[in-house]
């Protein structure tokens, strides 16, 4: 056990130190100031990369995907679980494929017009409902004002959102009702009474 003595001398004796580090920092810094940064870059890149790896980490554990109600643990992202054949991580689009939107039935008015495919180019991020600022923009009474959302990233491909409340209509994916869904080649999306399909072009 440390006596007040010895712990105000310990105290002084760190003082000390970290005045004298501060100094020979401060006059690296103005002799040879890039050296000093890349001393410190080197320094500093054990942590950063400790701190990647940990991120990573945490990120892995929870990747999902909701549907539904229920969340279920999307095997085989930034794992080496393999997924299994049904499992969204195995369904899903990758980002820097082309995807196109095609509306195949919704309500203009007094009769059925067709649309041209929303190509989605360089967007990350396509609202989908009746507003007129909405990318994909429906007239079909049964689909809201803003009723869904696709969006696509690097890691988990392109994926839909529900942005109707609980007791709107919802967003329907290959016949089972969704909250968030990731979208492969070929999957019918039904708005209330509308119908897309999302695809790929290659």
């Known amino acids: 056990m440390l006596i007040p003595g010895q712990v105000s001398d310990l105290s002084s004796f760190f003082a ?32 950063l990369v400790a701190g990647g790896a940990l991120l990573r980490r945490v990120a892995a554990t929870t990747d999902r995907t909701v549907r539904a109600d229920k969340t279920t643990r999307v095997k085989g992202l930034h794992s080496d679980e393999p997924a299994s054949p049904g499992s969204p991580a195995k369904r899903s689009a990758p980002a820097y494929s082309q995807a196109v939107i095609e509306i195949e ?41 803003y009723h869904a959302l696709i969006r696509r990233s690097f890691e988990a491909g392109y994926e839909i959102s529900d942005l109707s409340d609980a007791r709107g209509n919802g967003v329907i994916v290959n016949g089972e009702k969704v909250l968030n869904a990731p979208l492969a080649n070929g999957d019918e999306i039904k708005l209330g009474a509308a119908r897309l399909r999302f695809g790929l072009t290659q």
């Open 16 to 47: 000390e130190a970290f005045a004298t580090v501060a100094k020979m920092l401060g006059a690296g810094f103005e002799t040879a100031p890039a050296l000093m940064l890349g001393l410190t870059v080197i320094a500093a890149l054990p942590v």
């Open 105 to 145: 039935a919704d309500v203009d008015g007094d009769r059925d017009r067709p649309h041209e495919p929303f190509k989605f180019g360089a967007a990350v991020i396509v609202r989908i409902g009746r507003e007129e600022d909405n990318e994909i923009k429906l007239k079909h009474p049964t689909v809201h004002r």
